[in-house]
């Protein structure tokens, strides 16, 4: 069933339940409230005839139906009497009640009113004891005819009111709903054109209620998420293309022009030499990628306590070979820290930063590589001596694929993937990177990780 009509069903069912509900309370209490008029008129009547009997000797007794208390339609009621003896026998009846027969003045209480029958004509009857006559009582009774027709009419006219208010209810209803999810349909419009592929689809707003209007700009503003997202992808794989041919270009280049004649030793060695770098380009890249796109799609917790210093001095081992080569001398000052995360992930970081470190120093110059506690955050920070990040390159740095124009022009070993790569771990361990804009001399990247509840171990 469409959301349109279930709503327009529920708020009728509402509105039949209230109407409902409200209406037959409001017969039933004024029932009850004509009802106790009638029985205080007739035990007031009752009395006054049980006195006026009380002082008159039981043989000059006589019970006259008529006139009785004014009735609802201003008429005098019939009345309805009867005196029974002691043992029961009625002793004296008015003319109303020799059609009928009459209840046991026994089974009854005093001064409780019941409902009494007498050929078709309903009833309210009393039975009391008549005073200075112990042994007699009174059955009294006044018609509930008029309180009847009431009832009915009441409850004839409530039952028309409840039609004709759930008909008005389920109209406005209707309307009313149909205004509000004619904009439903727009938004749900936009979202299928999103979902078939057309980001450019958007919902037309043009209504005033401010809850449609903000639900219309979310949707809009996430499917212009969305289109950078898929945008963002696109150059993701393009750039990814890229850097793939480039390497493999290289090697089949290289692989055909060493076949194309009969080489020596020496110039096949070359040519395998050149094979190789174009095969360790391809191979950095692929694990690159596969870093990037592992690190992306984790979600398992970080729970296993890692011990910082340590993944600090083995990623500076392994870079140490790199370090001699380029004459850079790495010295690393670490405080004893422990963080929640994965070790493996963390020694990556710390290598991609002491590799771009070791890339960019001068000759003769050292990188630091600190770690400290400062309030609640973990700081691990790879320093260098070399020119350092221009600042308009601060942010760009760390998407995938950019390098700097330099960079990029000296087709260096990488392929900009590393500071992403460094990127997404930090996010995924609840830190973050950033360069130190306020280091001078070098670039300063720092890696800022929450510090665990009751995990660290004092240096
Ligand atoms: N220590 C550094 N000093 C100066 N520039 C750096 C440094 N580290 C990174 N960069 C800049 O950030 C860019 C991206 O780094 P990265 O993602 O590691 O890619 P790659 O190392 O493959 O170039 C580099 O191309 C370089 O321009
Ligand atoms: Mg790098």
Same mark, same amino acid.
């Given at each position: 069933m469409k959301f349109r009509n279930r709503l327009t069903l529920a708020l009728t069912a509402t509105t039949v339940l209230t109407f409902g509900t409200a209406f037959a309370a409001v017969s039933i209490i004024v029932h009850r409230s004509e009802q106790r008029e009638l029985e205080e008129a007739v035990l007031e009547t009752a009395r006054g005839e049980a006195r006026e009997l009380s002082v008159i000797p039981p043989e000059h007794w006589q019970l006259s139906e008529e006139p009785g208390p004014a009735g609802d339609d201003e008429k005098p009621l019939r009345r309805f009497a009867a005196i029974f003896s002691d !043992?029961? !026998?009625?002793?004296l009846k008015t003319k109303s009640f020799y059609a009928c027969p009459l209840p046991d003045p026994l089974a009854h209480d005093f001064r409780a009113a019941f409902n009494l029958d007498c050929e078709g004509t309903p009833l309210r009857a009393i039975i009391i004891r008549i005073p200075s006559h112990p042994g007699q009582r009174l059955l009294f009774a006044l018609p509930r005819v008029q309180l009847e027709a009431d009832s009915a009419f009441l409850g004839r006219t409530m039952a028309m009111a409840l039609i004709a208010g759930i008909a008005a209810a389920a109209a406005v209803t209707f309307v009313i709903v149909r205004q509000l999810t004619r904009q439903h349909d727009f938004i749900a419009d936009a979202a299928r054109t999103v979902a078939a592929g057309d980001l450019g689809a958007r919902v037309k707003i043009g209504s005033d209620d401010e809850d449609i209007v903000q639900l219309a700009s979310d949707v809009n503003e996430m499917i212009v998420r969305l289109g950078l997202l898929v945008s963002s992808q696109q150059r993701f794989v393009a750039y990814a293309a890229h850097e793939l041919r480039s390497p493999i270009t290289a090697l089949y280049g290289e692989l055909q022009l060493a076949t194309r004649k009969e080489r020596t030793k020496d110039e096949y060695r070359q040519a395998i030499g050149e094979a190789l770098d174009s095969a360790r380009r391809l191979k950095t890249l692929a694990e690159d990628l596969l870093a990037l796109a592992r690190v992306g799609a984790e979600t398992e917790p970080l729970r296993s306590p890692v011990q910082l210093r340590k993944v600090v001095e083995q990623a500076a081992s392994e870079v140490t070979l790199a370090a001699s080569e380029h004459k850079v001398t790495i010295s690393v000052t670490c405080a004893d820290v422990t963080v929640d995360g994965r070790a493996r992930d963390l020694g990556r970081v710390v290598r991609n930063l002491l590799d771009n470190a070791i890339r960019h120093s001068p000759e003769g110059t050292n990188v630091t590589v600190g770690l400290d506690l400062s309030g609640s955050l973990v700081k691990l920070w790879v320093q260098d *001596?070399? =020119?350092?990040?221009p600042p308009g390159d601060r942010d760009r740095i @760390? *998407? =995938? @694929?950019y390098r700097s124009a330099k960079d990029h022009d000296q087709?260096? =070993?990488?392929?900009?993937l590393g500071l992403a790569i460094v990127q997404e771990i930090a996010k995924s361990h609840g830190g973050r990177i950033f360069v130190?804009? *306020?280091? *001078?001399g070098g670039a300063r990247f720092v890696l800022e990780l929450p510090v665990p509840q009751q995990e660290e171990v004092p240096a």
């Open positions: !043992n029961g !026998n009625v002793v *001596e070399g =020119p350092g990040v @760390f *998407e =995938p @694929f087709d260096g =070993p990488g392929a900009g130190d804009t *306020e280091s *001078e």
